[in-house]
């Protein structure tokens, strides 16, 4: 049946609410991790999972972590009942989740990550303000020459920030250089080129002032050599030590989200089926479209997650044991 990819989510899976249906099946998780949650942060993030306002949850320095833990909680749910994966990715922030279930980090030191690194993200809008675009149904190499006449246009930046799928493109930069980027899309046949709804130009080098922050963040922290192969976004490939671990993570703040070639990586590693781990069906969609004869499964309400685990059997289970 071939191997099981875990994917976890990352920004713009939030929603409000998200986690409930988790600790209607397990109670014991509010305690386990969302409580937890609030006195490392000192911030009521369960309630801002649970209870919103959406308005606050759109905050990066709040998303980040919520996504974060919601995926995390459900990653305990899904192994309570036997299931485990073969191999694992995570998009973006996402990231930090998949070496979580790799057994890389300790889940506490990620939450500390992905809010530090949510706050800088954060931070730097207020320096140089810039945005984010989606383009539907231009290719790759189409949207990168858009950038180059748009940057050469304005005098600004605006690179490709993640290859979600074939058809699939999102840009980021600043604001006059991501409409112009917009409209020439428009004009060269794109479906759709929309502004999306985020709070910094993430994976661009407008991030570059970050860096070398982060990169003292992420040297305090243990990494361990993953019990799983973890596959990288920002590479598209196999992460094989700890020091490239922790370059990748560094290097994720600039560096393009590679999900289409990260989701190519999984199915030539022997992933037969992907299990999206966490709030939101973004990836579900993604990966479907990439690897459309290869099964997906979902979480993020109880009727997909208790089809998830009734679909597992002998399908789902690494260890063999029955569900």
Known sequence: MGKTAFVFPGQGSQRVGMGLHLLEQRPDLKDRYYRTADEILGLPLSRLCWEGPQEALRDTSVTQPAVFLTSIATLDVLRGQGLEPDLVAGHSLGEYTALVGAGVLDWRDALRLVRRRGELMAGVNVQVPGRMAAVIGLDLATVEDLCARAAAGTGQVVEVANDNEPGQVVVSGQESAVERLCADARDTGAVRAIVLEVGAPFHSSLMAGIEEEFAAELAAVELRAPRVPVVSGVTADLLRSVDDIRDC???????????????????????????EVGPGNVLSGLCRRIAPDLPVHTTHDARRLAKTVALAGDQLVHSGAAV
């Open 249 to 275: 993570l560094r290097r994720q703040l600039t560096g393009r989200v590679r999900w289409t070639g990260a989701v190519h990586t999984l199915t030539a590693a022997g992933a037969g089926r992907f299990v």
